[in-house]
């Protein structure tokens, strides 16, 4: 009978020994010419839709980071969502991962990370198969206007499952030329412990959120409004600019109770009265706004006027944002009045002047058409 000893497990790597073993304690049971060295453990790469992941599109891999990583499912679980920032990486010898590197490469800051988000049928319905083609449709708008309107993500590719059930759309997370890092959310502007923000804050806050502004207009008048505008939702690039994640609802045919928790418009969460669109945007922003710079958002029912709780914002942008969280659409100004009001804001800031006369532009209210 053979010696047990000589029985190498199944993960063993045999390899010809000349000269000396070092470091062989381990190998001490076995003799003759030949060492067996236990092959190296495989790396472990997690499933699913969670940290460390790996997700193909097409025919790219993409590394899921657990910031913004997100799964919900439809009311009846037939559609399952899916969202998550992710790292696209190349594939090295042995099928292991090896980030991009080097410039004009898959390393370019627009293609280094991407926003990931896919649509699961679980079970076929034609609510669910309505819920497939949303990101068919938001792919179709970004293709079409994200060349003519700043602040817009680049789609990256959009893939469909064989089985037709699943679809994952990949647009450009912007990131850091000089870090290559992600660029953030307009969300780690929030002060801890819900603190006011301080002027200096302010000033390069405004001048974002007046780019989002123009972002916002443009889109209205193609007849897109986003919907679910929150600050984990608008990325802040380099030199004030803010990009928008992705459309949001945009795609997505209103419903009662969509949009986001903290900036739901009164339209939204009654689903009833007006229907979900520009001024829902310009609720949520100015929702997101009074959440920065007060650190809390505003009151479901008649918010409290801004300066009240935040005190060193200008009067300018404070009577604007006030008007903006009206619970009647027809009351909020459009997002063109809004931006210019954040322009003036930062011009306000800028010349040490919290004071604006009563007749100073912008105007707030809008004749109905």
């Known amino acids: 009978m053979n010696d047990p000893r000589d029985r190498a497990p ?114 076929e319905t034609a609510a669910a198969r309505a819920e497939l083609k949303t990101l068919a449709v938001e792919r179709e708008y970004l293709t079409r206007l994200s060349g003519q309107i700043a602040g817009l993500p680049r789609v990256l590719h959009m893939e469909t499952e064989p089985d037709g059930r699943t679809a994952t759309l990949a647009v450009a997370w912007p990131s850091s030329r000089k870090s290559q ?10 002060e801890p412990g819900g603190a006011a923000m301080d002027p200096f804050r302010m000033f390069d806050l405004f001048r974002g959120l007046a780019h989002l502004c ?69 609720y949520q922003v100015a929702a997101l706004t009074h959440h920065l710079l007060t650190g809390r958002p505003p009151a479901v029912r008649a918010p409290l006027p801004l300066r009240r709780q935040a005190p060193d914002v200008p009067d300018r942008i404070s009577h604007v944002l006030d008007a903006a969280l009206a619970s009647d659409p027809d009351a909020r100004p459009d997002a063109a009045v809004l931006g210019a009001a954040f322009r003036a804001a930062r011009a306000d800031l800028s010349r040490g002047n919290d004071d604006v006369s009563p007749g100073d532009p912008p105007r707030i209210h809008q004749p109905r058409p």
Request: proline fraction near 9%.
């Open 181 to 190: 890092e992600p660029f953030p959310a307009l969300e780690t502007l929030l």
């Open 10 to 123: 199944s993960d063993a790597l045999h390899v010809a020994i000349n000269g000396d073993l070092v470091n062989g304690d381990q190998f001490k049971n076995y003799y003759g010419p030949r060492v067996i060295i236990p092959a190296g453990t495989p790396e472990t790469v997690p499933v699913g839709w969670s940290g460390g992941a790996d997700v193909r599109v097409g025919a790219h891999v993409y590394l899921l980071c657990d910031p913004f990583l997100r799964t919900s499912s439809s009311p009846d679980h037939s559609v399952l969502y899916r969202e998550a920032l992710a790292l696209r990486v190349a594939r090295g010898p042995g099928g292991r991962r090896a980030r991009p590197r080097g410039r004009g490469s898959e390393a370019a800051p627009d293609h280094r990370y991407a926003w990931l988000r896919q649509v699961r049928v679980r079970e």
């Open 214 to 282: 123009d972002t916002l207009a443009a889109l209205h008048t193609h007849g897109v409004a986003h919907r679910r505008l929150t600050p984990s939702g608008i990325i802040m690039c380099d030199g004030g600019r803010v990009k928008l994640r992705d459309l949001g609802l945009a795609a997505r045919e209103p419903r009662a109770g969509e949009g986001p928790p903290d900036g739901q418009a009164p339209e939204q969460r009654h689903g009833r009265g007006a229907r979900p669109g520009p001024k829902t945007d310009v």
